[in-house]
T-cell receptor
Framework: DTAVSQTPKYLVTQMGNDKSIKCEQN?????MYWYKQDSKKFLKIMFS???????INETVPNRFSPKSPDKAHLNLHINSLELGDSAVYFC?????????????FGPGTRLTVL | QQQVKQSPQSLIVQKGGISIINCAYE??????FPWYQQFPGKGPALLIA?????SEKKEGRFTISFNKSAKQFSLHIMDSQPGDSATYFC?????????????FGQGTTLQVKP
C-alpha cells in the first residue's frame, strides 16, 4: 500500500546514455512533482503536473523531459546524461496546489552517472 | 528573493536537550511555511507547518515559532531523542502562485547523542 513509489531505486549509467525514472501514486492526488536533491542535500523543484497539465517548469536543461500519461503517473526522461546529473531524484504528490496541501514524497531514485 | 536561508548546517544535541533550527526569508508573499524531516535513504516527510497569521504552533515535542516582522521562523524540538536524528528542511510557499512550488532551505543535519 505504498503511497508514492519510484522505480528504479538506484540507477548507475554511463555519460551520454538516456534513462527514465518512473513514479506512481495511489493517493488519488491531482498534482505530482519532480525534485532534485544534490550531494549537499539541497532540494529543488524541477517540474510539477496538475491533472496531466504542466504547472511548474523550472530552469532545467531541456535534456530533462517529464511525461504524465495519467494523473497517477509522472515519469522523468533524461537524455544525454552528464556527470552533473548525478543526484537523488524525488517524486512527490499532493491533492492540489493549494497552500496547505501536504506534499508526499517517494523514496527517491539515486542516479549515478559515470 | 526566492531564497530561504537555514542554519545551522549541522547540529549535535544530547538526548533530552532542545534542538533549535532557524530559517529566514525575504519574500513577504510567502504564506505557508512547512518543515520536512528526512531520514537517510528516505524521502522527506511533512513534520509541522505554520501560516504567518500565527506566531507559534506546537505538535507534541515540535514547535514552530514565527516572527513575521523579522521574516524568520524556527523549529524547536523539545526533549530531543536519538530517533529524531535526521535532516530537517524548512520551506516556504507562495499560495497566490497556485503552483504548489515549495522553496526549501539548505537543510540541517541533526544528531541526537544518547
Amino acid at each position: 500500500d505504498t503511497a508514492v513509489s519510484q522505480t528504479p531505486k538506484y540507477l548507475v549509467t554511463q555519460m551520454g546514455n538516456d534513462k527514465s525514472i518512473k513514479c506512481e501514486q495511489n493517493l488519488g492526488h491531482d498534482t505530482m512533482y519532480w525534485y532534485k536533491q544534490d550531494s549537499k542535500k539541497f532540494l529543488k523543484i524541477m517540474f510539477s503536473y496538475n491533472n496531466k497539465e504542466l504547472i511548474i517548469n523550472e530552469t532545467v536543461p531541456n535534456r530533462f523531459s517529464p511525461k504524465s500519461p495519467d494523473k497517477a503517473h509522472l515519469n522523468l526522461h533524461i537524455n544525454s546524461l552528464e556527470l552533473g546529473d548525478s543526484a537523488v531524484y524525488f517524486c512527490a504528490s499532493s491533492p492540489w496546489t493549494g497552500v496547505t496541501d501536504t506534499q508526499y514524497f517517494g523514496p527517491g531514485t539515486r542516479l549515478t552517472v559515470l | 528573493q526566492q531564497q530561504v536561508k537555514q542554519s545551522p548546517q549541522s547540529l549535535i544535541v544530547q538526548k533530552g536537550g532542545i534542538s533549535i533550527i532557524n530559517c529566514a526569508y525575504e519574500n513577504t508573499a510567502f504564506d505557508y511555511f512547512p518543515w520536512y524531516q528526512q531520514f537517510p535513504g528516505k524521502g522527506p516527510a511533512l513534520l509541522i507547518a505554520i501560516r504567518p497569521d500565527v506566531s507559534e504552533k506546537k505538535e507534541g515535542r515540535f514547535t514552530i515559532s514565527f516572527n513575521k516582522s523579522a521574516k524568520q521562523f524556527s523549529l524547536h524540538i523539545m526533549d530531543s531523542q536519538p530517533g529524531d536524528s535526521a535532516t530537517y528542511f524548512c520551506a516556504a510557499l507562495m499560495g497566490s502562485s497556485n503552483t504548489g512550488k515549495l522553496i526549501f532551505g539548505q537543510g540541517t543535519t541533526l544528531q541526537v547523542k544518547p
